[in-house]
């Protein structure tokens, strides 16, 4: 295993954005192996930014081994489906022009919760529109993913899913999706801080299809809510499985950045080997 960090774990949604170039540069200084792109951070989709981006990496000897969209693909409108595939296939080619190996998707939500707050107090878990079902969703999400994996094969750039709200919620229904979906360009993105129902058994099931791992840490206390994850269990899940790839941290801790990564680092790295 390989242990890198999310840009995002340096930012949080809030307050001004740094340069892409500056994240990369604190993850090689705090001693990582490589670094995950959150597409917040990546200021142009010119060839020429990002393989300036992918030239930097070289520079630092930090890969960027993935990026991180925000797609969703709950929409019962074809239209704005395949506008959602579109979107997903612009990036998977500025990661393959950044030279990353997987990009983050979601399966996307209802929207029928509104403030991401009141998605967190209720667990992530969201009524469907009305008139559809969650059979309908898993639909639409196995479909378009179908149509993006074109593109994810053709640049060599495999597909994550990741247990990020909405019908990855629970393990159970993010199964149906990783089941049906035959490709060796697609698989699951393990988030260790996602899965609040049957935390360890939900890890497990999703074990077998991990491509990624986001590896959460809170210190100093989380932000909706903290997890006191046993990373003893979690990797032994993951060694069973014989998973061997990238374990990248999400740091959410309310900690500032500058001690709360490190600390996340010397926990993880007495695990990844």
Known sequence: MKLGVSTYSYWHFRGPKLPLKEYIE??????FDGVE???????????SYLRSIRR??????MPVYALAIHNNFVKPDPAE??????????WLEAAYEMGASVVRINSGR????KSFDELMARRGVEPPIEGYTEDDAVEWVVDCIYRC???????????????????????ETMLKILRRVNSRYFGAIMDTG?????????????AP??????????????????????????FKILRDAGFKGWISLEYEGREDYSTGVKKSRDLLLRYVK
């Open 26 to 31: 604190m993850a090689w200084r705090d001693g």
């Open 37 to 47: 792109v959150l597409v917040n951070h990546v200021e142009s989709r010119s060839r």
């Open 56 to 61: 930097l990496s070289l520079e630092y000897g």
């Open 81 to 90: 489906r395949e506008a959602q595939v579109r979107y997903v296939s612009e």
């Open 110 to 113: 209802w929207g029928t919760v």
């Open 149 to 171: 994996l074109d593109k994810a094969e053709e640049l060599g750039v495999t597909l994550g899913l990741e247990n990020h709200w909405g019908l990855t919620t629970r393990a």
């Open 194 to 206: 996602n899965f609040l129902y049957d935390t360890y058994r939900e890890l497990e099931a999703i």
């Open 209 to 234: 299809y991990t491509v990624m791992v986001h590896a959460k840490t809170y210190f100093g206390g989380g932000v909706w809510y903290t997890l006191d994850i046993d990373y003893d269990r979690v």
